[in-house]
């Protein structure tokens, strides 16, 4: 059995309650929303990801490791990813010579060709949904508010895993 925790919860106040519920419910609909619009392309969000990665990155090519960290999704289920990638022919995957457990995933063409259809739709559907109702300082306090964020989650994983 679990031992209790020796503290009370800090509940949320209406404030916090209101602000947490309005990213969660705002977050979740807007990526359902572009997740919607990439399927006129026969993309999903994470596809869309993980070609906007590969045509960054130089020769389109990425360690399958990297990949999966700027992609932020589990090293399986980028594999997953891949795979079904592979099978639409956006990218195909290539042992990495000096290091055998290692693969690379390249984008071919074909996957250049969807993304350069794809992102106009996107981007046009980000600045839309997102970005029109955002003012200039919106955006920075935005940028900094979620900079804070993710350096407070990667802090605190740091931390659970030295533990």
Same mark, same amino acid.
């Given at each position: ?7 009370? $919860?800090?509940?949320?106040? /209406?404030?916090e *309650? %209101?602000?947490?519920r ?10 359902? !929303? ?19 990665q590969?045509? +960054?990155?130089?020769?389109?090519? =990425? ?8 992609? *932020? &999704?589990?090293?399986? #289920?980028?594999?997953? #990813? @891949? %795979?079904? =990638?592979?099978?639409?022919?956006? &990218?195909?995957?290539? $042992?990495c /010579?000096? +290091? %055998?457990?290692?693969y690379?995933? @390249? =984008?071919t $063409?074909?996957?250049?060709? !969807? @993304? ?6 996107? &981007?046009?559907? &980000? #600045?839309? #949904? ?7 300082? +919106? ?5 900094? @508010? ?10 605190? +994983? ?6």
């Amino acid at each position: 059995m679990a031992e209790k925790n020796a503290t009370a $919860p800090k509940w949320l106040n /209406p404030s916090e *309650m %209101k602000a947490w519920r309005q990213y969660i419910i705002a977050s979740r609909r807007l990526l359902d !929303a572009l997740d919607e619009d990439l399927s006129a392309h026969d993309l999903s969000m994470p596809d869309y990801e993980v070609l906007a990665q590969l045509s +960054d990155a130089p020769d389109r090519t =990425m360690r399958m490791s990297e990949l999966a960290e700027v992609a *932020m &999704v589990s090293r399986s #289920r980028l594999s997953h #990813r @891949i %795979k079904v =990638m592979e099978r639409e022919g956006w &990218v195909r995957r290539e $042992p990495c /010579p000096d +290091d %055998k457990r290692g693969y690379f995933a @390249i =984008m071919t $063409p074909k996957g250049w060709k !969807a @993304i350069v259809a794809a992102a106009p739709d996107h &981007v046009a559907s &980000v #600045r839309s #949904r997102f970005l029109d109702v955002l003012d200039k300082n +919106d955006q920075k306090v935005l940028a900094e @508010i979620f900079d804070r964020v993710a350096t407070r989650i990667k802090d605190i +994983d740091k931390d659970s895993c030295s533990n």
